[in-house]
Antibody
Framework: EVQLVESGGGLVQTGRSLRLSCAAS????????MHWVRQAPGKGLEWVSG????????GYADSVKGRFTISRDNAKNSLYLQMNSLRAEDTALYYC??????????????WGQGTMVTVSS | EIVLTQSPGTLSLSPGERATLSCRAS???????LAWYQQKPGQAPRLLIY???SRATGIPDRFSGSGSGTDFTLTISRLEPEDFAVYYC????????FGGGTKVEIK
């Protein structure tokens, strides 16, 4: 069964850091680009970051550029998101999503169930 | 950044009726790089359509996508009870952006 399981969310103070993880199973992880997409409570979807299969291409939304870092470990079938200098507006459910292709195309065909990040002072 | 505007915000229909959802882009979406997702309460989004008109694996043929340039449409030919949800369009031709969503609710 194809599956993505996120972890690492929680309550964190403004300005602090948090690292999210996504464990993939049921498909050849290093054949696909991967992404993080977030959804603030009661709001729509926002793409956060994406990374190609070989880490050669990485992209970020302007709202997180310079604060968040995406990475992946193909040997561990895992995707990560290091979030620094967190702000209240980063409060959201963070989804891990699989791309349809190796490069960062942006068609998300598999999604995890998400991990909630709450940033509060 | 390409801004996607979805309309209407809410669509109230009965099962069996036809649903037509609109997604308008602030600039032309290159190569028809537009996708549609369905999201039900408490669930992750599900890919329905990519490349403006290609159905994703396992998606029933009552869902169809059309359009090009700046105007795109998702059509559900006959609404089933499980189709009442929020629908998002997303472009991936220039960075990645989502529309604000259209809620399809039971009338």
């Amino acid at each position: 069964e194809v599956q993505l399981v996120e972890s690492g969310g929680g309550l964190v103070q403004t300005g602090r850091s948090l690292r999210l993880s996504c464990a993939a199973s049921g498909f050849t992880f290093d054949d696909y680009a991967m992404h993080w997409v977030r959804q603030a409570p009661g709001k729509g979807l926002e793409w956060v970051s994406g990374i190609s299969w070989n880490r050669g291409s990485i992209g970020y939304a302007d709202s997180v550029k310079g604060r968040f870092t995406i990475s992946r470990d193909n040997a561990k079938n895992s995707l990560y998101l290091q979030m620094n200098s967190l702000r209240a507006e980063d409060t959201a459910l963070y989804y891990c999503a699989k791309d349809e292709q190796r490069l960062v195309l942006g068609v998300f065909d598999i999604w995890g169930q998400g991990t909630m990040v709450t940033v509060s002072s | 950044e390409i801004v996607l505007t979805q309309s209407p915000g809410t669509l109230s229909l009965s099962p069996g009726e036809r649903a037509t959802l609109s997604c308008r882009a602030s600039q032309s979406v290159s190569s028809g790089y537009l996708a549609w997702y369905q999201q039900k309460p408490g669930q992750a989004p599900r890919l329905l359509i990519y490349g403006a008109s290609s159905r994703a694996t396992g998606i029933p043929d009552r869902f169809s996508g059309s359009g090009s340039g700046t105007d795109f449409t998702l059509t559900i030919s006959r609404l089933e009870p499980e189709d009442f949800a929020v629908y998002y369009c997303q472009q991936y031709g220039s960075s990645l952006t989502f529309g604000g969503g259209t809620k399809v609710e039971i009338k």
